[in-house]
């Protein structure tokens, strides 16, 4: 096996660790800030994921699939913000 | 050179796979929502921004190259707004701020929700005494007060209960570091405790009355503007608060609220005595009178407000006026519930004392204060159609009053007005509001 390939073999044990990790984060909360937050972060963790599959495979269309997911998870990202924003301003009662 | 390129891309990836397992770390290990956003945005757009550009340095063709550089370029300008929008929203839903953070600098900028898991913002509690009593919600506060006037056994009834716990107004306005000072001065004269309440009331900020044709569009926009004033100035008077508190010995707590006038009353109604800054309306504009918010917060009659238009040098002197106002027969028993100045002499002064219930309701509080220990030193009646002048005569010198009501209208539509009370609202620095 290749450098490369212990290198990308290594990270994917290592990003897999930290979707475990921020898994445990999104269902824990405690509030929904934090798990707007770690669903954020898993968007970014799926990037890394899908650009280690592309150098594995060496397609570079997973390349552009994890630009795709970049623009998603900043969309959703300021989704939730809003959304949360709305949730708990002063005129309706928060949720 | 291609072994080269490899070498180069792994080194890449594994150091961006650190960084973002570092990230997810601190997104377990970090105390409050904003560290940990803080871990899961920087770290995380490092870390997949290199592993991206690493994956497109071991695919080595051009295209992935480019692709590879937009995606991490896409991914710095996107971050920062994302994280800031975040940020924001779980500043207003009212996550928690862990305890090591130093200072709140939004506190009053954005509005903020209570998170319902920790009740309570006391964001700073230091100076442990050993009779504090547990934090409770807004919703238990009443119940506090109401408990402790209980269990005042009859036998007691003779000895002055002291001040507990005050509350001031936090609001803004030229009277507000004079009103700070004398709340810290009473509670270290009493130990009591001090709430610094920087209560907002977002129905004030809009602007009532008619609108101009057109008006609607900029009418939101003036009201935002008041708000923000509001919040300015209610984030100033709280720096001001902690500044003072952090050199005082005295139990302090800090709350911010944003809620109509009518629930902000309830939140204060706990305390034994609210001070309030004189001369602004709930707004925190200039205001007179009637509008002011010690007169609307006295109105509610929940407890007795101290409103303080400047520190008095010393208080040596009391005027307890007496008049036919609705809060007249509550005075006394204000002044004997509040334990404030125990040792000073009273002056009852009268207003159009040839009333007959005026007298009789003079009698009946001058008596009540004798009861408690209070030195009721003379009596002075005043009549009704006083000059403004002799009144003015009348109060040098009392640097207290405690008076039923800031102005009063009497008669049809309010047609006769004592000018009395707007005398006493200009002149004492103290005034006393049952």
Redesign the interface.
């Known amino acids: 096996m ?3 390939g ?3 073999y ?3 044990v ?2 897999a ?6 898994s ?2 999104l269902l824990r909360g ?5 798990r ?3 669903t ?2 898993l968007g ?2 799926a ?2 994921l899908t ?2 599959t ?2 594995l495979t ?1 397609f ?1 269309a ?3 699939i ?2 795709g997911i ?2 998603f ?2 969309l959703s ?2 989704a ?6 709305r ?5 309706e009662p ?1 949720e | 050179m291609i072994a080269l390129f ?2 180069a ?3 890449l ?2 150091s ?3 960084v ?2 570092i ?3 601190g ?2 290990r970090l105390p409050d ?1 904003f560290m ?2 803080h871990a ?2 920087k770290a ?2 490092v ?2 921004g290199l ?2 550009l ?3 340095l ?2 080595g ?1 051009v ?2 190259l480019i ?2 550089v ?2 991490v370029v ?2 710095l300008a ?2 920062p ?3 800031h ?2 940020g ?3 500043y ?5 701020i862990a305890s090591a953070t130093v200072a709140d600098a939004l506190a009053g900028v954005l ?1 903020r ?1 209570v ?1 319902d ?1 920790t009740p309570g913002r006391a964001l700073r509690r230091r100076l442990a005494s050993p009779n504090r009593e547990t934090p409770t919600p807004s919703g238990g506060f009443a119940m506090s007060a109401i408990e402790l006037r209980r269990t005042e056994t009859p036998g007691h009834a003779a000895a002055p209960l002291a001040l507990r716990s005050l509350t001031v107004w936090l609001a803004g306005g030229p009277a507000q570091p004079a009103a700070t000072a004398v709340a810290f001065d009473l509670a270290a004269a009493t130990g009591a405790r001090v709430t610094g309440l920087s209560a907002i009331d ?1 129905a004030a900020a809009s602007l009532r009355g008619a609108v101009p044709l057109g008006g609607l569009a900029w009418s939101k926009w003036a009201g935002d503007q008041r708000l923000n004033r509001m919040r300015e100035r209610a984030a100033r008077a709280l720096a001001e608060f902690q500044a003072t508190s952090s050199e005082a010995t005295v139990d302090t707590r800090v709350r911010h609220e ?2 109509e006038l009518r629930e902000l009353t309830r939140v204060a109604a706990g305390t034994d005595l609210v001070v309030v800054p004189a001369d602004i309306d709930p707004a925190g504009e200039p205001a007179r009178f009637n509008d002011e918010l010690a007169a609307r917060l006295a109105a509610a009659s929940l407890s007795p407000v101290l409103r303080v238009s400047r520190r008095p040098f010393a208080v040596r002197r009391i005027a307890v006026v007496v008049s036919d106002t609705p809060a007249c027969p509550r005075i006394a028993a204000a002044l004997v519930r509040t334990g404030l100045w125990p040792d000073v002499p009273l002056f009852l002064v009268r207003v159009g004392a040839q009333r007959e219930h005026v007298a009789a309701l003079a009698e009946e509080q001058a008596n009540l204060l004798r009861d408690h220990g209070r030195r009721v030193e003379r009596i002075i009646d005043v009549a009704l159609d006083a000059e403004r002048g002799e009144m003015e005569e009348l109060l040098q010198g009392f640097d207290a009053v405690a008076i039923g009501a800031c102005s009063n209208r009497q008669g049809w539509f309010g047609a006769v007005r004592e000018d009395f009370h707007e005398v006493v609202v200009t002149r004492t620095a103290l005034v006393l509001l049952p």
Do not use: H, N
């Not at chain 2, 207003?92 to 928690?96: L, Q, Y």
């Open positions: 290749s450098f490369l212990i290198c990308v290594a990270s994917t290592i990003v660790t930290a979707v475990v990790a921020v445990w984060r405690p509030s929904s800030a934090d707007v937050i770690a954020d972060m970014l963790l990037i890394c650009a280690l592309a150098a060496g570079q997973y390349l552009d994890a630009f970049a623009i998870g900043f990202a300021v939730f913000a809003a959304l949360l924003e949730a708990s301003s002063p005129k928060a | 490899e070498v891309a792994g080194l990836i594994l961006g796979a650190t973002v397992g990230a997810g770390l997104l377990v929502p940990r956003m899961a945005t995380g757009v870390g997949s592993i991206m690493g994956a497109a071991a695919i063709s295209g992935a692709t590879g937009l995606g896409f991914l996107t971050s707004i994302a994280s929008a975040l924001r929203s779980a207003i839903s009212g996550a928690p509005p929700d998170f898991i977002p944003e809620k």
